[in-house]
C-alpha cells in the first residue's frame, strides 16, 4: 500500500529537496504552503498558515503521515514572532494529528539545541541542551511540545549546519567571499560540522521508515576544519584563498553588539561566530 504523507514547509530550502526524495521514493506526497503563488501539478498543494490552525486542517485529511519542517529558520528575529511560527505552529501541528488520529511525527528541529559546549568531545543526541538564541530555543521547545502528546510517535531529525545549493547559508558564504569581505575567525583550524540537504533528507525518510518510538538522531555529513572549508570554496570560485584573520573574542564582541543595536539583518550573530571560530 502507497502511504499518503504531508509535508509541512515543503516549498522552503530543505523542503524542496525532502519532496523530490519522497516522491522518488514511491510516498503520495501532499504539501502545506503558505505561497499561494506554488503549482505542482503531481502533488497535492494545500495553502495555509500554521499558526492559524483553522487554514491548514483540511491538509491533514486522509494522511499516514506528517513531515514537519516549517517554521522560522534564522538564527536572528523577534522572540515573538520566532515562537508564533516555531512553537505554537508545533502545537497545532500535533494537535491536527491527534484530532485526525495521524500518530506519526518526522520533525525537523536542529543540532543548535546543542549550543557550544566547552569541550572537544563529539556530540551525541544524549547530550546537555544549552541552545544560544531564540531560534535554536523555539526548536528544543517545539520538541518537548511533541513529547507532551503521548498518542504521538514522534522521531526528531537534528541537523547542524545545512550546506548546498539554495541554502541561507551558503548564499551568505559566497556573498561575503566574492565582496572580499570575509574573515577567519582566529586561526581558522577550529572544526565544524556540515550537512548536504541531501543527507537531512534521506536521515528524515528513513528515521519514519524505521518507525521506532521516539527515535532522535543528529544529522552530518563530514565534519572540516574551517580552514579546509573556505580553501575548498574559493578554488572553486577561482578566487583568492581568505587570508584576513580577526581574533575570537573580538568577532564575538562585534556579534553581540549587532545583534542588540542593529535596525536591520546583520551578517554577524553569536552562532554565526562560534560556528566558525569554536569547534563544532
Do not use: W
Not at 525537523?108 to 538564541?133: H, M, R, W
Not at 575567525?185 to 560540522?193: A, L, V
Not at 528515521?207 to 580553501?231: G, H, P, Y
Not at 551578517?267 to 571560530?277: A, D, E, I, N, P
Amino acid at each position: 500500500m502507497i502511504m499518503k504523507v504531508l509535508i509541512t514547509g515543503s516549498t522552503g530550502f530543505i523542503g524542496r529537496y525532502l519532496t523530490e526524495d519522497l516522491i522518488k521514493n514511491g510516498y503520495e506526497v501532499s504539501i502545506l504552503t503558505r505561497q499561494k503563488s506554488y503549482k505542482n501539478k503531481d502533488i497535492d498543494v494545500f495553502y495555509g498558515d500554521i499558526t492559524k490552525k483553522e487554514t491548514i486542517a483540511n491538509a491533514f485529511q486522509g494522511i499516514d503521515a506528517v513531515f514537519h519542517n516549517a517554521a522560522y529558520a534564522m538564527d536572528y528575529g523577534r522572540k515573538d514572532e520566532i515562537n508564533n511560527i516555531n512553537v505554537k505552529g508545533t502545537h497545532n501541528v500535533a494537535d491536527i494529528c491527534k484530532e485526525k488520529k495521524i500518530s506519526r511525527i518526522i520533525f525537523t528541529s536542529s543540532a543548535g539545541v546543542y549550543g557550544f559546549p566547552n569541550s572537544n568531545e563529539e556530540i551525541d543526541e544524549a547530550c546537555e541542551k544549552n541552545p544560544l538564541n531564540y531560534y535554536h530555543k523555539s526548536k528544543l521547545e517545539s520538541e518537548n511540545v511533541l513529547r507532551k502528546y503521548s498518542d504521538l510517535n514522534v522521531s526528531i531529525v537534528r541537523p547542524c549546519l545545512v550546506l548546498g545549493s539554495g541554502g541561507k547559508a551558503v548564499e551568505i558564504l559566497l556573498k561575503r567571499i566574492l565582496q572580499n569581505k570575509m574573515s577567519l575567525i582566529g586561526s581558522g583550524n577550529t572544526h565544524i560540522s556540515l550537512v548536504h540537504p541531501a543527507d537531512v533528507v534521506q536521515c528524515l525518510r528513513l528515521a519514519f521508515e524505521k518507525d521506532r518510538e521516539k527515535d532522535v538522531f543528529n544529522a552530518v555529513s563530514i565534519i572540516c576544519t574551517v580552514n579546509e572549508l573556505l580553501d575548498e570554496i574559493t578554488n572553486q570560485l577561482e578566487v583568492e584563498p581568505i587570508k584576513k584573520h580577526v581574533p575570537y573574542f573580538l568577532a564575538y564582541l562585534s556579534a553581540v553588539f549587532a545583534e542588540k543595536f542593529s535596525k536591520n539583518e546583520s551578517s554577524l550573530t553569536r552562532f554565526r561566530v562560534k560556528t566558525f571560530g569554536t569547534n563544532r
